[in-house]
């Protein structure tokens, strides 16, 4: 069983930028995908970007085209962590953010396996 806890979330300006991380734990094979979803209000969860996590140390990030450039996702395989670096935030990006786990990955949220609780963002204009 895969556990996922998000952190880093809060209440920011447009133009600021914040930091939200996922900790793993729990048992999960040797490749799998780590992914960032986010939902706003109303709106049906959204994939954000995914990388592969590999016992090899093989990175492999994907974004959607929105994100490209202003968001970054990483991990730190030492401390069992991945990150989603988010710049010039929009009050547009406001939405709960998951952390979530899944052998395949993709962009649709529904195959995904495991997911965390979510961490609020707010962007204010």
């Known amino acids: 069983q895969v556990q996922l806890i998000e952190s880093g979330g809060g209440l920011v300006q447009a133009g600021d930028s914040l930091r939200l991380s996922c900790v793993i734990s729990?048992?999960?094979?040797?490749?799998?995908?780590m992914g960032w979803f986010r939902q706003a209000p109303g709106k049906e969860r959204e994939f954000v970007a995914q990388?592969?996590?590999?016992?090899?140390?093989?990175?492999?990030?994907y974004y959607i085209d929105s994100m490209k450039g202003r968001f970054t996702i990483s991990r730190d395989n030492a401390r069992n962590t991945m990150y989603l670096d988010m710049n010039s935030l929009r009050p547009e990006d406001t939405a709960v953010y998951y952390c979530a786990s899944d052998p395949s990955g993709g962009s649709d949220y529904r195959t995904w396996d495991y997911w965390g609780r979510g961490t609020q963002v707010t962007v204010s204009s």
């Open positions: 729990g048992r999960r094979p040797n490749n799998f995908f």
């Open positions: 990388t592969t996590w590999s016992a090899s140390g093989t990175y492999r990030p």
